[in-house]
């Protein structure tokens, strides 16, 4: 008894404990990312065709598709086995997947090497086989030696042509829009000011007359590709040997995955894995990529960061070697530790009252009275969203940067001050580049708390799909007005407002593994900066 009793006022059996929590912690969190992980990188791995046949209700039905999921309910006879299929095909059943009992389906379940998945910029996935292809009239059918070649040569001149078509689009033809405007707020300014002679006025009308040219100029060649585009046909016939066209300017990819060999899975894999970084989302945010999300997101971070940085260190600087250390300081540093647990929507209410409303229809009306009442400022958009999330994480940079200022040996200080320096020299030169390093651990806490917040986000900027990224080829260049796309935000809508779940859910496990990986990017790149600076400056803390 005396050792039992020994042994807790010791506190032994507390170590033991915050190590048995911490480890199941690690346990929880490693758990959870493989289990991300996993279904993340399993969306992108090409799934075997099944060929199935369904007698249901003394009606025969023969389908074609991917098995998605499985289920068991429970019925009078007991339970009962079913199936999800992801059957495509959405212009003919009107529905990408479906159920079915597994007593209903024949065992004869086959795996037709033939079978071919076509990914469709409209209607989603269509499942079948290789009928005929219709180009330029000309019909090529499946059997023909020359028809896998035939098809591939048209895919590649549709590619480029939309290529293309989209280069003209996203540079020259938004170019004029952009000048257009510009032009549209520039008779505005004068019309204000009450300057806006005949002369201006035909100055002006020259310079829209000419970029009206030029935009007809680009809408013929347009007009042109478009037409060189479309009109020709891939025809497949679904399993029920329906016949499904579908015109080559809508086709993403075609491929077999039941052909597949190991090296042609894992060139599928790294080619989806390639069109979701680096390509636009389409389906309503179900097919595609996420670019626009990632560089909104990465950029919104790092605006915060240029913003939260300085005004922490600010106002920890004062807060401990500035203020006196009275009641009214008391009172502010608990006021500081009270905001970070504040929930982040009310940040995001003050935000949109705050930052958008008031400062920004303030600098509307200040600098651009030409364009109201359309908002440039006074609307929400990435700068106010970065305000935003600087104001959620200032308490934590402004702690953490407290923590390091106090862990300065008090000698360096006098000895600076003894030298000759000012305090401001000091503090400049010696007892801020010290402290730098508990400056990026807050940093670092800040990015991993905005990275991934949502709630404030959707009342200060974000939004389900941007037309136009940030940052573009128009003066000033970086629109910081401008609302963008964010991968919390993405998630979200994704998972809980897409039209079509099923088809959503994978993509939510891709996504917030990919927020989880550029999180973790973001936080080693600063844990690397701190740790240089660690080192940098540990001899003269010792």
Not at 242 to 258: A, C, F, H, K, W
Not at 499 to 527: S, W
Request: aromatic letters at 12%; a negative charge; hydrophobic letters at 45%.
């Amino acid at each position: 008894m005396s050792k039992f009793k020994a042994y807790f006022s010791s506190g032994e059996h507390w170590v033991w404990l915050n190590a048995g929590g911490i480890a199941t912690c690690l346990v929880m969190v490693v758990g959870l990312t493989l289990f991300i992980a996993y279904k993340g990188l399993a969306y992108f791995w090409p799934n075997h065709i099944v060929a199935i046949e369904v007698e249901a209700e003394g009606k025969r039905s023969d389908y074609l598709g991917e098995i998605h999921n499985t289920n068991e309910r429970k019925t009078l006879e007991g339970l009962k086995q079913e199936w999800l299929l992801k059957v495509g095909n959405r212009d003919l059943y009107g529905i990408d997947f479906k159920w079915f009992d597994t007593d209903d389906i024949s065992p004869n379940i086959e795996k037709p090497k033939d079978a071919v998945v076509v990914e469709r910029r409209e209607w989603g996935n269509a499942f079948g086989f290789y009928s005929r292809i219709e180009i330029n009239g000309v019909v090529t059918q499946a059997s023909d030696d020359d028809f896998a070649q035939i098809l591939e040569d048209e895919l590649e001149r549709v590619d480029g042509l939309l290529d293309k078509a989209h280069d003209i689009q996203s540079s020259e033809i938004d170019a004029i829009n952009y000048e257009l405007e510009s032009l549209r707020l520039e008779r505005r300014r004068y019309e204000l000011d009450n300057e806006l002679t005949a002369e201006v006025e035909k100055e002006i009308a020259q310079q829209e007359q000419a970029l009206r040219d030029s935009f007809e100029i680009y809408q013929e060649q347009m007009s042109k590709i478009w037409v060189d585009i479309r009109g020709n046909y891939l025809v497949i016939k679904s399993a029920d040997k329906q016949e499904i066209s579908i015109g080559t300017d809508l086709i993403v990819r075609y491929y077999q995955p039941n052909a597949f060999g190991i090296f042609g899975k894992i060139g599928f894999f790294f080619e989806k894995i390639h069109e979701f970084i680096f390509d636009e989302p389409r389906e309503a945010n179900t097919e595609g990529g996420v670019f626009p999300a990632i560089f909104g997101t990465v950029m919104m971070v790092i605006l915060m960061s240029i913003l939260v940085t300085p005004m922490g260190v600010v106002a920890a600087i004062y807060l401990r070697e500035y203020a006196s250390q009275g009641i009214a300081t008391r009172i502010v540093r608990i006021s500081v530790n009270n905001l970070a647990g504040v929930p982040s929507i009310v940040y995001g209410v003050f935000g949109l009252g705050f930052f958008v409303y008031f400062l920004g229809g303030s600098i509307d009306d200040l600098f651009y009275p030409e364009a109201k009442p359309a908002p440039t400022f006074g609307t929400p958009g990435l700068i106010w969203a970065a305000f935003t999330l600087a104001l959620l994480t200032l308490p934590v940079v402004i702690v953490s940067t407290e923590e390091g200022l106090a862990r300065i040996p008090k000698a360096i200080k006098e000895g600076s001050l003894a030298l000759g320096a000012t305090k401001f020299e000091t503090l400049w030169r010696t007892i801020l580049p010290m402290s730098s390093p508990a400056i990026m651990t807050g940093l670092i806490l800040a990015v991993a708390r905005a990275a991934g917040e949502v709630a404030p986000l959707m009342l200060v900027g974000v939004v389900k799909l941007a037309p136009s990224l940030p940052v573009d080829g128009n003066p000033p260049f970086i629109h910081l007005e401008r609302k963008f796309m964010h991968l919390g935000f993405h998630i979200y809508d994704v998972g809980f407002q897409s039209p079509n779940v099923e088809a959503a859910r994978p993509l939510v496990y891709a996504t917030a593994l990919l927020l989880i990986i550029i999180i973790v990017l973001l936080n080693l790149l600063a844990v690397r900066i701190r740790n240089n600076l660690r080192e940098k400056y540990k001899s003269l803390e010792n």
